[in-house]
């Protein structure tokens, strides 16, 4: 009976995640301080709009901070083949348009990867545009890609062209107010070392220069 299967599928999953969120939280507290978040401030902000004073201090404080210990990844999942063909389901106008070979990969990785972290940043602050994917939207792009969109509260938008999942891993740790960014297979890498990348994506400097 197909809808049992579903039925004990989701038990499954949901004990799964359960499970998980547990482990999560039962690990010692403090013990690395790496992924803690530093600054309450961040996260109470509801990030419907970007302040850039705000993303100032928080560029400054990963600055100043002291870096967590970087960690290795644990190499336990394997991604299996990549596809030949991927079908790419625009948001905006719902068109389907068919993908093969290394954009079928892409499709089916990076878009994915990148929609799933965005949904890690809270607010809506931060957008993707998705348009160059879909063949009805944007008709003539030869090699699409995904860019961000950040909007702040003085009114003004920053596009930010051919982003990554790398990025959005970037930005998701950093808006969490953490001071490592979490990439595949659980590795952390102190946000310091990547200071650099997160000021191009933001736009802002830990330190501004003076007016
Ligand atoms: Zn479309």
């Excluded at 210990?69 to 063909?85: S, V």
Aim: aromatic fraction near 6%; include cysteine; charge should be positive.
């Amino acid at each position: 009976m197909p809808f049992m299967g579903w039925l004990i599928l989701l038990a499954v999953f949901v004990t799964g995640a359960w499970l998980c969120a547990g482990a999560m939280s039962s690990r010692p507290a403090g013990s690395s301080g790496t992924n803690q978040p530093v600054n309450a401030a961040v996260r109470s902000r509801d990030m419907k709009a970007l302040n850039r004073q705000q993303l100032q201090k928080m560029l400054r404080h990963i600055a100043t901070a002291r870096p967590p210990a970087p960690k290795m990844g644990a190499m336990c999942y394997d991604m299996g083949p990549p596809p030949n063909r991927a079908e790419y389901v625009c948001p905006t106008c719902g068109e389907k348009t068919l993908y093969t070979q290394q954009q079928a990969y892409r499709v089916s990785w990076e878009v994915e990867s990148c929609r799933r972290l965005l949904k890690e940043i809270p607010g809506g602050a931060v957008t993707l545009d998705e348009s160059a994917w879909c063949r009805k939207c944007q008709p003539d792009v030869k090699e699409p890609a995904l860019a961000l969109r950040l909007r702040f509260d003085d009114g003004t938008t920053r596009t930010v062209e051919q982003v990554n999942p790398e990025q959005l891993r970037l930005l998701r740790d950093f808006f969490a107010g953490k001071l490592a960014v979490k990439g595949v297979e659980d590795m952390e890498t102190p946000l310091k070392e990547k200071l650099g990348e997160l000021e191009k994506l933001l736009g802002e400097k830990a330190n501004p220069p003076k007016e």
